[in-house]
């Protein structure tokens, strides 16, 4: 392995060790987000009505995020318990 | 014996076992195969399952698996001595835990992704996957309390710590605007932060912060509270990125400090079989020792960890060796790290203290012989800060040798080490543990109607586990508490690898002996912590709530016993309700 | 202050010219109070001295064009010189919008195949707030077409659909700012790992100047201001038509308080079918009026009496209005 591809990695690990935590809140704000707005259709309470009419020609992917979580809903603590340190 | 050949027995004996047991593993039972894809390219989503660099991703789990915990238990171990805690943590390991954390990340890249939660609940009955549940709640729940009690004990021995890892918290916060807020250079943003950090450590000596124990509860509380209502990028990330740099400095720094200083070991090797450990009470090496020393051993959580995210990001199936076999060796070897240090200058550091140790009627000198050492240890550390304590100032005292800098600079570093490793762990397992707490309550709804509703009240739901937590700290017992930790994640392990046990025997081709020998490691790793959780609560004085705890993980450890027995002897998967949409 | 026909007022004698009226005028109240009379009293009036003027209706039960004399539609049909009128179709519309979206939709969601199409499409139809919402949209429609116009009177649906119409803009600019401001903290993260891990300097700006939730949340928020203004501004005015009657002033008084707690003001009520002495004084105890007036001191009162059979004619629907324009505009004059 040539010296500059250690350093590309180095360089690769140091920038996820930056962001690991930023991305599973992201991913956690997504969903929330995709709940809002498409949960309407699953009966939750949601924005009027008309606001979600306008909104969803632009939400596809936030409908493929929420049909992804509900594939995986039978297994989420595992991947909660990533964040963990003990 | 010294630390040099001690250290490189150790790295050797890892090295080859990994490259003849880990690689007959992965040849002989996994039958890692890179032409099979891995759900990393399967189910890709460029959001939990992206393939990543072997080397990344060794990185990222080695550093989601080491925290606190391979810190102190082996610190709370050489109470038994040292030959007796490297034994566990070289031939557990090889043998155990690193068997367990690679065999969960497989059996997950084998069944799509998914957790080892999950394939448990499939291969044996639903409510073994509850099971994972109650026992990862009671691990960290546990675990909270025992490093915050550890870290109490830390801060109160040396206030200048306190202080420093507060000024750490502000630090931070500090580089968690630089970088997110503010936007500066991720380079320019990285080289302030660990600047900041050394500017901490400094102000740490000029103001130390002295607090009684109670008090510590109640700021860890609030602390733990606080810190996971905030949003990622402004504590919780940033610290975590500078936690990594410290350890690898950490780890690095005092492995080559061991190899150069090539230091005589003075503590025992081994003190007697049942010293007085857990509860003061004289604890027997075996069944007790696995609840000791769990991380850098054996530890159930890492399967969670491993089979929840890595598993989903490995590129090809024979990386998976290095990452889950190799990161748990390598955290093992941290342990080591610990272990060669203390028993190579611990015993300076308790004459040192000789004042402190008097006082509770200890004469430091006699440390040295191997049974005193045994009765007395765990109340010498007592007075020197604990197992965290004893720790940081044999590893100050270690560079010293090794570098010639004075003590206090090792001595501070290491207490950064693991002050902030120790709250990164509350923070993140507050935060878990919330989640945790209404999982456990979710299927019992029916059963409890409105208690239930009360229970999961949003406000009490975030603050009830973490109150659990430091009400079991309260009485300041960490090697009461520390212990049923271990019984806890002892347990979960040991439901993990009879889970992937079942798994090797029914899914993969593997080879008769290999089957036999992991079952019976799995086996006797089951018996080992029941036993050891019916001497816990005969033979250890400790409160209700913790007794209570251990006859609920007791009564749970029978049931999966039960249930595993039944999946094992029903020969067809659909016998053992297992869909036939989800064989590997 | 009370003014009442018979008084022109001596409000009115202060010499300067009369102070232009409110453009917009939405008419509400219960039921069989007679709004779509006042509001078509007044839009023949209006049109009468001169303003270009256009009347909505956005009362299902549809009758205004019965007051009119003609019969309407949902575009604007001139009914007299200067004087349009037309009735919305919520039905209509509430399908042409729902039409709308889904064919915009389907492209994209075609091949996640969650959506049976008819099914859903009635679904949306039945959703609880439909109707105002497109009651909104109207508004919206109307709020463009009144450029054309000098004043609008819109007679508006029984007071609880009315009430749940007004409140919609206050409701919905409260999610779009939720939503805005959750979308704007998902974007500030993804810039930041976009930062860190990959190329450059990508900002939170960069990303939502892309971001077509965003815009369309950003564009929809302006919507609802202009229509929020059109409803609520200064040239803007909500009478309140009641009767002397208990149930009348009951769901008055507490229109006002709801109107008043969605940031509406009624400047004015107009007290229907007033009787004269005793009944009046009568009347008007028993049914809590007195009462009414008391509390509502900021409120200006117009009265107007029963007509009888002559209000279908057009000579006592000009009257009606004549009388409700000099009253308003008396009152406007006394207030400067």
Redesign the interface.
């Known amino acids: 392995m040539s010296h500059w591809d250690i350093l590309e990695?180095l360089k690769?690990?140091?920038?996820?060790?930056?962001?690991?935590?930023?991305?599973?809140?992201?991913?956690a704000?997504?969903e929330?987000?995709a709940l809002?707005?498409v949960g309407?259709f699953i009966g939750l309470p949601a924005?009027?009505?008309?606001?979600v009419?306008?909104?969803?020609?632009?939400?596809?992917s936030e409908?493929?995020l929420l049909?992804?979580r509900v594939a995986e809903s039978?297994?989420l603590?595992?991947?909660?318990?990533?964040?963990?340190?003990? | 014996m010294n630390t040099s050949v001690l250290l490189i027995l150790g790295i050797v004996i890892y090295a080859v076992c990994y490259l003849w047991y880990g690689r007959s593993l992965a040849r002989k039972v996994v039958k890692a195969d890179d032409s099979k894809p891995t759900p990393a390219h399967t189910k890709y989503d460029d959001v939990d399952f992206v393939p990543t660099h072997p080397a990344v991703l060794f990185g990222h789990h080695f550093a989601s698996i080491a925290g606190g915990a391979p810190i102190l238990g082996p610190a709370l171990a050489m109470a038994w001595g040292w030959w007796a805690g490297l034994l566990w943590i070289w031939f557990g390991n090889i043998l155990i835990g690193a068997v367990h954390d690679y065999l969960s990340i497989m059996a997950s890249v084998r069944y799509e992704g998914k957790s080892i939660q999950w394939i448990a609940g499939k291969m044996m009955r639903r409510r073994t996957s509850y099971l994972f549940q109650v026992f990862a709640y009671l691990t960290l729940a546990l675990a909270l309390a025992a490093f915050a009690t550890s870290l109490a004990y830390l801060f109160i021995a040396h206030p200048d710590v306190a202080s420093m890892s507060m000024w750490f918290i502000v630090v931070a916060i500090i580089t968690g605007f630089l970088l997110f807020k503010w936007r500066i250079n991720f380079m320019l943003g990285s080289v302030i932060g660990i600047i900041l950090t050394i500017g901490a450590i400094w102000l740490g000596s000029l103001a130390p912060l002295n607090i009684s124990y109670k008090g510590w509860m109640v700021i860890f509380f609030v602390y733990m509270m606080a810190a996971s209502a905030l949003p990622v990028w402004m504590l919780l990330q940033p610290r975590d990125y500078l936690n990594s740099f410290i350890l690898v400095l950490g780890l690095v720094a005092g492995a080559v400090a061991l190899i150069f200083a090539g230091a005589k070991m003075e503590l025992a090797g081994f003190t007697s079989w049942s010293p007085n450990i857990v509860g003061g009470v004289p604890s027997p090496y075996w069944p007790v020792v696995p609840l000791i020393i769990a991380c850098g051993s054996l530890s159930g959580i890492h399967g969670l960890i491993g089979s929840g995210t890595t598993s989903k990001q490995l590129d090809k199936e024979t990386q998976g060796l290095i990452v889950g076999y190799g990161g748990m060796l390598t955290e093992g070897l941290l342990s080591s790290v610990v272990t060669i240090t203390i028993a190579a200058f611990g015993l300076l550091v308790f004459k040192e203290a000789a004042g402190k140790l008097t006082e509770v009627g200890i004469v430091a000198d006699s440390l040295k012989e191997p049974l005193y050492l045994g009765k007395n240890y765990v109340k010498a550390i007592g007075a020197v800060g604990g197992p965290l304590g004893i720790f940081t100032q044999s590893y100050g005292k270690l560079i010293q040798q090794a570098f010639g800098i004075s003590a206090q600079v090792g001595t501070i570093f290491s207490s950064l080490w693991v002050s902030a490793f120790t709250l990164t762990s509350m923070d993140t397992g507050n935060r878990v543990l919330r989640f945790a707490w209404e999982e456990v309550w979710e299927p019992l709804k029916d059963s409890l109607g409105d208690f239930h509703g009360v229970i999961t009240n949003r406000w009490l739901a975030s603050a009830i586990p973490s109150a659990l937590s430091i009400l079991l700290a309260w009485n300041k017992a960490y090697n009461v508490l520390w212990p049923a930790f271990g019984g806890a994640n002892q347990m979960l392990a040991a439901v993990t690898l009879l889970t992937v046990a079942l798994w090797v025997l029914r899914w993969t081709a593997a080879s008769k002996g290999h089957v036999r020998f992991i079952m019976a490691c799995a086996g006797a790793l089951w018996l080992t912590v029941f036993v050891g959780l019916w001497w816990f609560l005969f033979a250890v004085p400790s409160t209700p709530l913790v007794q209570g705890f251990v006859v609920l993980e007791i009564v749970l450890a029978l049931i999966f016993a039960y249930d595993f027995f039944r999946s094992l002897r029903s020969t067809s998967p659909k016998e053992a309700g297992f869909s036939e949409a989800v064989k590997p | 202050m009370i003014s009442s026909h018979r008084l022109p007022g001596s409000s009115k004698s202060e010499g300067e010219k009369t102070s232009p009226l409110p453009k917009r005028f939405i008419v509400i109240g219960k039921g069989g109070t007679g709004k779509t009379t006042v509001s078509a009293a007044m839009a023949r009036a209006l049109s009468s001295r001169g303003s270009r003027t256009l009347v909505v209706s956005l009362d299902p039960a549809h009758n205004l064009g019965d007051v009119l004399g003609s019969s309407l539609a949902a575009e604007p049909k001139e009914v007299k010189e200067g004087l349009s009128a037309l009735e919305v179709d919520l039905d209509s519309q509430v399908q042409a919008y729902v039409r709308k979206k889904l064919s915009q939709m389907r492209p994209i969601y075609g091949h996640l195949q969650i959506f049976n199409a008819d099914h859903f499409l009635e679904a949306l139809e039945q959703s609880p707030g439909m109707e105002e919402f497109a009651m909104l949209e109207a508004v919206g429609e109307i709020r463009e077409r009144s450029l054309a116009y000098d004043a609008v009177i819109l007679d508006t649906a029984p007071t609880g659909m009315t009430l749940r119409m007004l409140s919609l803009p206050a409701v919905t600019l409260l999610w779009i700012d939720n939503l805005l401001s959750l979308r704007l903290k998902i974007l500030e993260r993804r810039a930041y790992i976009q930062r860190v891990e990959g190329s450059g300097k990508l900002r939170t700006e960069d990303l939502s100047g892309d971001d077509p939730v965003v815009q369309e949340l950003r564009r929809y928020r302006g919507e609802i201001i202009e229509i929020q203004s059109f409803l609520r501004d200064t040239d803007a005015m909500v009478l309140l038509i009641l009767q002397a009657d208990k149930l009348s002033v009951t769901e008055a008084d507490r229109a006002i308080e709801k109107l008043s707690n969605g940031g509406f003001t009624v400047g004015t009520c107009i007290i229907n079918r007033t009787t004269e002495g005793k009944e009046r004084i009568t009347r008007y105890a028993v049914s809590g009026l007195d009462e009414f007036i008391r509390r509502r001191g900021g409120i200006r009162w117009i009265e107007l009496p029963d007509m009888g059979g002559e209000i279908s004619t057009p000579q006592g629907l000009d009257a009606l209005g004549n009388m409700i324009i000099d009253a308003l505009s008396a009152q406007q004059g006394g207030h400067r």
């Open positions: 990695l690769t690990a140091l920038r996820r060790q930056a962001t690991e935590y930023v991305r599973a809140e992201v991913q704000l997504e929330a987000f809002l707005l309407t924005p009027t009505t008309g606001l009419l306008r909104l969803l020609p632009h939400l596809g409908l493929e049909e992804r039978d297994d603590f595992a991947q909660v318990a990533g964040i963990l340190k003990i």
